[in-house]
């Protein structure tokens, strides 16, 4: 009788078979996942549209881009072509000065002509600061009211008698959503009393009023006070839910179709409450960046501290940098933006940050401003220099292992080298 032979699965054989079960499950656990998210997002989207047919939302379509389209597109044309001359604008101020109310006919007009108009002595300067600098750009101005969870047509009724007071709260909003970023933003949108920022620091006092309902403080100012009985009054009920998953992304929008409309060199000659716009800076690039170089100190070293801030939230878990914003640290570190503001300046709590961007985007080159960290290239990264590395590991070069103890104090993964903020967007120096 031939004797049976069983083969026994060697070690390797039976890691080999556990690794690919252990496969298996994760790929049925992200195929529920992946289907229980678009359950969710079919819930919400049913929710919404529930809402919206009840009337308990009212529904934002985003706005149009500044033009006049198939209305006029032979005005648009003549008002583009306003740069050299502004004998036209000129006469309308004169004579018929209600034209400027027309938005489309004030925003197309083109920068140049603007420009012209504030440095002519035969305008006064209300009408520079109130149609040259702010309707010009009156899109923006509606672009970050949503980007606040506010109406804009709202704010610009309540602005017409409460200016003061509707830039005072659109500006405390603005500052908010810079230092908690978005989503803890609109958390406590609708709580009163002192609020925290990402780095856990308290602002305000116990007895201060939420962003929502100073609004609609605004909003019943206006309608026992200075709205006239002819006309419907406003009202907003509008609540947290739909101020951050409706208004807000429909300001972000909004703000990538006009923002179209700006010159590169148009952004710094913005009213300084505009420059300052969350939706603004998040979207400056290296192009409209440049233009600011022979402004002063005070406008210039918020902006890169707003920048670096943004990407220590990103190191950290707290929100994205937006790729355009990561672009401008290469200009920085290793081209002409070295000479933008003296870097030593900045808040001595963003100073170490500042050294891990410039170890990160650093160049090999002399040009290159040093890093107390060294380079990344030197361990292998991309770019010139990664040749003479090799065989190095990237995660002992000492900035990876700076911002992993950072991660590591928040309860983070490490990152690697190519999930750390720059790699992730495919920037190189």
């Known amino acids: 009788m031939a004797t049976e032979t069983i083969k026994v699965p060697t070690q390797e054989e039976e890691k080999t078979k556990r690794i690919q079960e252990i496969q298996e499950e994760v790929r049925g656990l992200q195929k529920k996942i992946a289907k229980t998210k678009e359950e969710i997002e079919a819930a919400k989207r049913e929710e919404r549209e529930r809402r919206y047919a009840s009337g308990e939302w009212d529904r934002i379509e985003v706005p149009k881009q500044a033009g006049l389209g198939e209305v006029a597109p032979g005005l648009r044309k003549t008002l583009r072509a306003m740069g050299e001359d502004i004998t036209e604008i000129e006469s309308w101020y004169r004579y018929a000065q209600d034209i400027f109310d027309v938005e489309t ?146 300001g972000l929008k909004m703000y990538d179709q006009v923002s179209q409309n700006l010159a590169d060199d148009e952004f710094t000659g913005m009213s300084g409450m505009f420059r300052n716009f969350w939706v603004v800076m998040r979207n400056l690039d290296v192009n409209q960046l440049q233009f600011y170089s022979k402004r002063d100190l005070d406008v210039k070293i918020p902006m890169v501290e707003f920048f670096i801030r943004e990407f220590k939230n990103d190191v950290l878990g707290k929100r994205d940098m937006t790729k355009k914003n990561a672009n401008i640290f290469s200009w920085f570190v290793n081209m002409a933006g070295g000479s933008f503001i003296p870097f030593n300046e900045i808040s001595p709590e963003l100073q170490d940050w500042y050294e891990i961007i410039k170890a990160i985007v650093g160049r090999t080159d002399a040009r290159s401003h040093p890093s107390i960290y060294g380079r990344l290239r030197e361990y292998g990264g991309s770019g010139p220099g990664a040749a003479e590395a090799k065989g190095k590991d990237p995660m002992e070069a000492p900035v990876m292992k700076k911002i992993n103890k950072y991660r590591a104090e928040k309860g983070l993964p490490p990152m690697t080298e190519k999930t750390q903020p720059f790699g992730r967007y495919g920037i190189v120096a």
């Not at 925003?107 to 702010?134: C, H, I, L, P």
């Not at 804009?152 to 003061?164: L, N, R």
């Not at 958390?187 to 007895?207: I, L, Q, R, V």
């Open 105 to 250: 006919v004030t925003q197309t007009t083109m920068y140049g002509a603007w420009k012209r108009v504030r440095n002519s002595d035969k305008f006064d300067m209300r009408f520079k600061e109130d149609v040259a600098r702010t309707k010009k750009r009156e899109y923006v101005l509606d672009s970050a009211d949503l980007t606040w969870g506010f109406n804009p047509d709202v704010c610009k009724e309540i602005a017409k008698h409460q200016k003061e007071a509707m830039d005072k709260l659109r500006k405390d909003a603005n500052e908010r959503l810079k230092k908690q970023g978005e989503k803890e933003f609109f958390a406590t949108w609708d709580w009163p009393g002192k609020w925290k920022d990402d780095d856990g620091e308290s602002y305000g006092k116990d007895s201060d009023k939420s962003i929502s309902q100073r609004y609609q403080d605004l909003i019943e100012t206006h309608r026992t006070k200075f709205a006239d009985p002819k006309d419907e009054p406003i009202y907003d009920t509008v609540d947290k839910n739909e101020a951050y998953n409706i208004r807000f992304k429909a």
